[in-house]
């Protein structure tokens, strides 16, 4: 099989989504999802010689068969409202940002409602401070929506592996919630796509360092999609912390059919690729006939959002375990912050996975 690059879906609409930075812990720092993420990894992509191919335009009917319409229509308005209310000018914060949130034990047998207050009703659909929404924030999650779908799209017209570059991430969007820098879930999307067209069984592997909450929330009580991850362990003390033990298998008809490989901090390459091994595995034994991969870079060493400390070959490694599983692959870009080795590292594991012959 030749060593060929492979398509990449990519779009300049994500610089519509600048976050401003984040508020951690009730401080506005920097943030590390930044715009440039997503020009450097356009930049490596074309010196490298992938085809780059812009995005088809997809309906909101596409982004409701993974999330509920009221949180899209909730994306759609709430910056507009938000300043609508004034925010920007009293008390000066011109990015969307909960400081309330709709606790399940506060909020559960009571009829729901939805709060009046447009800094109240942020906290009904996002899940904490570093997910901000400015003004060009819904459109560029819709612009990476549907490179995932375009993409998803094109595997099922028989290109063995393509790429979508997106920016906004989305592992940590749940059909009703955002959350971790995620909007819009696109690999939930991808694997939805592939479903609807036709594809029985899919696989979704999540490489990126952080557990895809959303992504698990989304399919946990299907059969028909796999959502298997390895990432940092919550138990340890990291993001999502709620979620991502390894006894969340799913839920009736979905039993069975999520598998969560928590691994510890500063683990390194041996326990990181053990575990991917194991995700591949669970791939096969689920008879995927097509796959999706969250790949995230963000566990590299280095980055400043994660301790796991994998080498550029440890992710080479990784993409040639998903190569021997010769299945119709979609890579969907989540995490990745150290920007000095963003490039480099996505277009080092993309290489690795084509050099392996990594196509049906
Ligand atoms: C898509 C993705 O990788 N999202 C991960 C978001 C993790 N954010 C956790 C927030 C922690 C705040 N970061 C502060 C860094 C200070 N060193
Ligand atoms: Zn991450």
Redesign the pocket.
């Known amino acids: 099989m030749p060593a060929s690059p492979f398509p990449a879906v990519w779009t300049e609409r994500h610089r519509l989504h600048d976050p401003g930075g984040?508020v951690?812990v009730g401080v506005p720092?920097p943030g590390?999802?930044v715009v440039a993420r997503g020009d450097l990894i356009r930049e490596a992509l074309e010196t490298a010689g992938f085809p780059i191919l812009p995005p088809a335009a997809h309906g909101a009917g596409h982004l409701h068969r993974v999330h509920e319409p009221a949180m899209v229509d909730y994306l759609r308005t709430a910056h507009q409202d938000w300043v609508a209310a004034g925010y920007p000018e009293e008390p000066g914060q011109d990015r969307v940002v909960p400081y309330t949130f709709a606790l399940p034990q506060m909020v559960a047998d009571r009829p729901f409602r939805l709060p009046v207050a447009p800094s109240a009703r942020a906290g009904v659909y996002i899940a904490?401070t570093?997910t901000l929404i400015g003004r060009g924030t819904f459109d560029a999650a819709v612009a990476a929506a549907d490179c995932a779908l375009t993409a998803a799209e094109m595997a099922l017209a028989g290109t063995p592996a393509v790429y979508a570059v997106c920016r906004p991430?989305g592992?940590?969007a749940g059909r009703s919630f955002c959350g971790?820098?995620?909007y819009l879930n696109n690999a939930a999307l991808a694997a939805q796509a592939l479903r609807d067209g036709g594809v029985d069984r899919v696989a979704v592997v999540d490489l990126?360092?952080?557990h895809g909450n959303g992504t698990q929330d989304i399919f946990y009580d299907r059969g028909d999609v796999l959502y298997s991850s390895v990432h940092v362990d919550p138990g340890a003390g990291w993001?999502p912390h709620f979620v991502g033990y390894a006894d969340e298998q799913g839920r009736g008809p979905g039993e069975g059919a999520n598998l969560n490989r928590p691994v510890a901090p500063a683990c390194g390459d041996g326990p990181w690729l053990e575990a991917v091994a194991d995700l591949c595995r669970a791939a096969a034994a689920h008879r995927a006939a097509a796959l999706v991969v969250s790949l995230?870079v963000?566990g590299a060493a280095g980055d400043?959002?994660s301790p796991l400390g994998i080498s550029p070959a440890g992710f080479c490694r990784a993409a040639e375990a998903l190569a021997g599983l010769r299945l119709p692959t979609v890579f969907v870009q989540?995490?990745g912050?150290d920007l000095n080795r963003l490039g480099g590292l996505v277009v080092g594991t993309l290489e690795a996975f084509a050099a392996a012959g990594g196509q049906p």
């Open positions: 984040e951690w720092i590390t999802e904490d570093t991430p592992h940590h971790g820098s995620c990126d360092a952080h993001f995230g963000d400043p959002e989540e995490g912050y």
